[in-house]
């Protein structure tokens, strides 16, 4: 695997290196203060678990932050150079006595902080059209994604180097050193050690696209991912959108197990699937998918320092119906509202089907203690303005109804993954985005 990733990193290098018949954004660039951009994003954010297992406590939070983003341009030359900043101040409202779903940073005692603030900077170098940036920054690679689903965002710090010298080719690599969940005043409370990634993405034509990422977590896990995606129209001015996606993840000795703690199980291993059909026609979506986990455990992510969003399957929502080999089946329908005189209005509804959930003794995971099932109906509606002072302002609100097995509930003594149990959901969020400069 050694092998592997120096060789990643030395295409990723190579390619910086190479002449292009396209034109190089570092030419193009306008300037250290002539290409800076500052934004920020002021969100109200509301989430409220109803937990019916019987087991866990409720948890309810809101709290208002404001997400910065600022960043210089890049300097004129062969070499620019550039820095930034990212970061969050936030607030909370009302007591918030009963937080604990990853919205709110807790104290020693348990309780919500009333205001607290985070985040870093970085600086960054692009020659030609790749660009390396060192520091504080927010992850989009799928197997080790930010977190962007709660008030703030997760960061991580490390090097992270993308490439774009081959038309239609993307390449990147790097490595993270510390891991800041979206509840996590330090900036390492996840005590990451090092993070090595890679991974490449191509665009064979406006049809077909595909991509493959690797992420080796120190004494923790090794993931690889890879995704398909093919678009085609049909009659009657549709289009259907195949896609294919799955991980593969082996845990090393002492890794976080599917209860969060760490422990000395060994060769746990698994590889999780989906793939999905999407019909799209004027203001209608429907798409069904099938999902399947196999290996001898659930799919737990987010616990080694991982991501905490770095599942891109398709029957993911509250649950992401990632058991220890479950199969899983979905159906979600988008309607936009375009058509009533309601543009940026947007419905989408969905229902998902888990079953044969293998629930196993912590002790012998080879003695299976029952096959669990479980099922979520997901609705959410949001609104996002489209001219105007506040255009691009938007409120959602989601609901998910999630129930499983009893046996799946609880996780006490079993070998499970990310269990959230039977539980009732509400999401509110309102976000209100400005652009400084």
Known sequence: MQNTKKLALA?????????????????????????AEGSVLFRTGFLNRDKKDGLTNDTSSTAQTAIFDLQSGFTKGIVGFGVGVVGDASFKLGAN????????????????????????????ARVSNTTAKYGTQVSEIPVIASNTARLTPEYYTGLYIES??????????????????????????????????????YKFNDQVNASYYGVDVKDKLERHYANANYNFAVPNDANVTLDAVAYNTQWEVGAATGSHTTDNLADRENTIWGVSATYNKDVHNVMLAYQDNAGNTGYDYGYNADGLQSIYVPNSYL??????????VGLQYNYNFKNHGLPGLNWTTAFVYGWDIDIAKITDRSKI?????????????KYTVQT??????S????????????????????????????????????????KLF
């Open 11 to 35: 295409v990723l290098v190579q390619t910086a290196l190479i002449s292009t018949a396209f034109a190089s954004e570092q030419s193009e660039s306008k300037g250290f203060v002539e290409g």
């Open 97 to 124: 006595n009963n937080t604990g779903n990853q919205m709110i940073p807790v104290d020693d005692r348990g309780f919500a902080y009333d205001h607290w603030a985070r985040g870093g900077a970085y600086v960054k």
């Open 164 to 201: 774009n010298e081959i038309k239609d080719l993307t390449l990147i690599g790097g490595k993270f050193t510390k891991n800041q969940w979206s509840n996590d005043i330090s900036s390492d409370q996840q005590n990451l050690d090092s993070a090595i990634f890679w991974g490449a993405k």
């Open 319 to 328: 649950g992401d119906f990632n058991g220890n080999d479950e199969k899983s």
């Open 369 to 381: 203690i029952d096959q669990a099932e479980e099922h979520e109906f997901f609705n959410q509606v």
């Open 388 to 393: 105007g002072a506040l255009k691009d302002a």
């Open 395 to 434: 409120l959602r609100v989601r609901y998910s109804y999630l129930r499983s097995s009893d046996t799946y509930n609880n996780v006490s003594g079993q070998y499970v993954s990310n269990v959230i149990g039977s539980t009732n959901e509400w999401r509110l969020f309102l976000d209100i985005p400005v």
